[in-house]
């Protein structure tokens, strides 16, 4: 690209970078190099610059010999996950798979027509159903049959605005009223459109005004305004808190038939109904805690973190969210027919959809946060079997930082479900982020064996840590055991190969000394 076109070219526009991707079986990336400055981190350039194209430890692994605060500047290499279309898609004529980072108020209908491809392409390739939401900082696969080509002039949707809360009280109106309604809601939908107009304008201008370009070797695979902005501007954008609805108590009597005890799905979480859409309606035991869960839900915003849709406060405070269909995880895996639909494949998607929304608050936000209190009832599932996880109210921030490595810190009062807590946390109070990987591990060995973290006195990560006594990992001995632990509802349909891989990675996880186990930059 020429000096010329590139003073030609608008901020925000994208544009197609082609790069030959290197597909080695399963691993596959496009390699990009980066000028690192000694103000930037491996975190700031992989969740920051790249919008989450790639993880810290990547990049960490990629470039050994580079510490941040060094002096000077260096060219660092920047793996960039692509890939190549297997043989269905050739099959069907696709050629070609475009990289495509989401940013905010992207959805499927709109990509597939900036690129001329039917939306169900986009499903497909990404493992997408016809209601799946994406997030910023996530990527999808665009495939193409020819040489693909960005439409500018496709026009954006504008975001949705935050909804008026309504009491749902069933009214016949007469004609007139019907009228006089349709006009008041004309005119109000035409004033939310002018205000979002003028919104839009104010925050084009702030861009333009903060931004700045990125020193680049080789063009990212999209420009886009996120990626031509400072981190701190970055940052600065982080902390705005999106706007939530503000219920009545009223309303929420409504939606769940006066909390009716049928509605109730769990210790004080009702499910209700609100302009059409389920919700999930949970009373906290302060203010203060509600507070502190939309402190930190406000913060987040990604696919496999529960959406904090609204609250009520009161003498009784609630919040209200999303509805996941399945319930809680630790739901489908006690009800065996609900288990049975949890075929291998829901069941790993599952845990990376899980250790992906932990990768996301410990390293891709500022302030990072440790959950503290993860748990198969805390991970729910959608009717596309997709893990979200919720449960914030003992999760606090963590100022761990890339010079100083991991912290901990010491707890006097200890809090957490049986079953789920590290040792090291039990016996001294000393916590750290290993606590959600400790968790993380006997999630997994549920997903595994269906059976209850602790039950009748005994520790689920036991058995697993018993499988030392039947040999080595590959003799037959450890995989008589490991067929036995597996949940029967599976019938033995999985590969064997990638249970015991499940199982080893369950395993390091729930290692009494935390230093061996893995963070989940390392998962």
């Given at each position: 690209?020429?000096?010329?076109?590139?003073?030609?070219?608008?901020?925000?526009?994208?544009?197609?970078?082609?790069?030959?991707?290197?597909?080695?079986?399963?691993?596959?990336?496009?390699?990009?190099?980066?000028?690192?400055?000694?103000?930037?981190?491996?975190?700031?350039?992989?969740?920051?610059?790249?919008?989450?194209?790639?993880?810290?430890?990547?990049?960490?692994?990629?470039?050994?010999?580079?510490?941040?605060?060094?002096?000077?500047?260096?060219?660092?290499?920047?793996?960039?996950?692509?890939?190549?279309?297997?043989?269905?898609?050739?099959?069907?004529?696709?050629?070609?798979?475009?990289?495509?980072?989401?940013?905010?108020?992207?959805?499927?209908?709109?990509?597939?027509?900036?690129?001329?491809?039917?939306?169900?392409?986009?499903?497909?390739?990404?493992?997408?159903?016809?209601f799946s939401t994406i997030f910023p900082q996530t990527t999808l696969?665009?495939?193409?049959?020819?040489?693909?080509?960005?439409?500018?002039?496709?026009?954006?949707?504008?975001?949705?605005?935050?909804?008026?809360?309504?009491?749902?009280?069933?009214?016949?109106?007469?004609?007139?009223?019907?009228?006089?309604?349709?006009?008041?809601?004309?005119?109000?939908?035409?004033?939310?459109?002018?205000?979002?107009?003028?919104?839009?304008?104010?925050?084009?201008?702030?861009?333009?005004?903060?931004?700045?370009?990125?020193?680049?070797?080789?063009l990212s695979a999209r420009s886009s305004v996120s990626s031509n902005?400072?981190?701190?501007?970055?940052?600065?954008?982080?902390?705005?808190?999106?706007?939530?609805?503000?219920?009545?108590?009223?309303?929420?009597?409504?939606?769940?038939?006066?909390?009716?005890?049928?509605?109730?799905?769990?210790?004080?979480?009702?499910?209700?109904?609100?302009?059409?859409?389920?919700?999930?309606?949970?009373?906290?035991?302060?203010?203060?805690?509600?507070?502190?869960?939309?402190?930190?839900?406000?913060?987040?915003?990604?696919?496999?973190?529960?959406?904090?849709?609204?609250?009520?406060?009161?003498?009784?405070?609630?919040?209200?969210?999303?509805?996941?269909?399945?319930?809680?995880?630790?739901?489908?895996?006690?009800?065996?027919?609900?288990?049975?639909?949890?075929?291998?494949?829901?069941?790993?998607?599952?845990?990376?959809?899980?250790?992906?929304?932990?990768?996301?608050?410990?390293?891709?936000?500022?302030?990072?946060?440790?959950?503290?209190?993860?748990?198969?009832?805390?991970?729910?599932?959608?009717?596309?079997?997709?893990?979200?996880?919720?449960?914030?109210?003992?999760?606090?921030?963590?100022?761990?930082?890339?010079?100083?490595?991991?912290?901990?810190?010491?707890?006097?009062?200890?809090?957490?479900?049986?079953?789920?807590?590290?040792?090291?946390?039990?016996?001294?109070?000393?916590?750290?982020?290993?606590?959600?990987?400790?968790?993380?591990?006997?999630?997994?060995?549920?997903?595994?064996?269906?059976?209850?973290?602790?039950?009748?006195?005994?520790?689920?990560?036991?058995?697993?840590?018993?499988?030392?006594?039947?040999?080595?990992?590959?003799?037959?001995?450890?995989?008589?055991?490991?067929?036995?632990?597996?949940?029967?509802?599976?019938?033995?349909?999985?590969?064997?190969?990638?249970?015991?891989?499940?199982?080893?990675?369950?395993?390091?996880?729930?290692?009494?000394?935390?230093?061996?186990?893995?963070?989940?930059?390392?998962?």
């Amino acid at each position: 690209m020429t000096d010329a076109d590139s003073s030609n070219l608008k901020l925000g526009r994208e544009i197609i970078i082609p790069v030959q991707c290197s597909c080695a079986l399963t691993f596959s990336e496009a390699i990009f190099m980066y000028h690192f400055s000694s103000t930037d981190s491996f975190a700031s350039v992989a969740c920051g610059v790249f919008q989450g194209l790639l993880k810290a430890q990547s990049l960490k692994e990629d470039n050994p010999d580079v510490k941040r605060n060094d002096p000077g500047d260096f060219m660092i290499k920047v793996p960039i996950r692509c890939a190549c279309t297997n043989a269905n898609q050739r099959r069907n004529g696709f050629k070609y798979l475009v990289t495509y980072p989401v940013i905010k108020n992207d959805n499927t209908d709109l990509i597939a027509r900036k690129f001329g491809v039917p939306e169900e392409t986009i499903w497909d390739a990404n493992k997408l159903g016809p209601f799946s939401t994406i997030f910023p900082q996530t990527t999808l696969f665009i495939p193409t049959k020819d040489v693909p080509v960005v439409k500018w002039d496709v026009p954006e949707d504008l975001p949705s605005s935050p909804r008026v809360a309504t009491p749902i009280v069933k009214i016949q109106p007469s004609k007139k009223s019907k009228h006089l309604i349709s006009y008041i809601f004309l005119g109000l939908g035409l004033l939310v459109v002018i205000i979002l107009l003028i919104a839009a304008i104010f925050a084009f201008r702030s861009i333009r005004k903060r931004s700045h370009p990125t020193s680049f070797q080789l063009l990212s695979a999209r420009s886009s305004v996120s990626s031509n902005v400072s981190p701190d501007f970055l940052d600065r954008m982080s902390k705005l808190k999106p706007s939530l609805t503000n219920f009545t108590l009223e309303e929420l009597r409504n939606a769940t038939e006066d909390f009716n005890e049928g509605s109730m799905t769990g210790k004080a979480v009702y499910k209700g109904q609100i302009g059409g859409s389920y919700v999930a309606i949970e009373q906290m035991n302060t203010e203060e805690a509600a507070r502190h869960v939309i402190y930190i839900l406000t913060k987040i915003s990604h696919l496999n973190i529960v959406k904090l849709e609204g609250c009520c406060y009161g003498t009784n405070p609630y919040l209200v969210f999303e509805f996941a269909e399945y319930g809680s995880l630790r739901d489908c895996l006690s009800n065996a027919n609900v288990a049975r639909q949890l075929t291998w494949a829901k069941r790993t998607q599952i845990a990376f959809d899980l250790a992906v929304g932990l990768h996301y608050i410990h390293y891709c936000t500022k302030p990072s946060f440790i959950h503290h209190n993860i748990h198969s009832r805390n991970v729910l599932i959608t009717t596309d079997c997709r893990a979200k996880i919720t449960g914030f109210t003992l999760a606090k921030p963590v100022n761990s930082s890339e010079e100083n490595g991991e912290i901990s810190w010491n707890e006097s009062v200890i809090v957490g479900r049986k079953g789920y807590l590290a040792p090291e946390y039990l016996t001294y109070g000393l916590a750290s982020l290993k606590l959600d990987v400790f968790a993380f591990g006997v999630v997994l060995l549920e997903l595994l064996s269906a059976k209850e973290a602790a039950a009748d006195g005994l520790f689920l990560k036991n058995p697993v840590i018993s499988f030392e006594d039947a040999g080595h990992e590959c003799s037959l001995g450890y995989l008589e055991k490991l067929k036995e632990f597996m949940d029967p509802v599976l019938e033995g349909k999985y590969p064997l190969v990638d249970a015991m891989c499940l199982a080893f990675l369950a395993k390091a996880c729930v290692e009494q000394d935390p230093h061996h186990r893995p963070t989940m930059d390392k998962l």
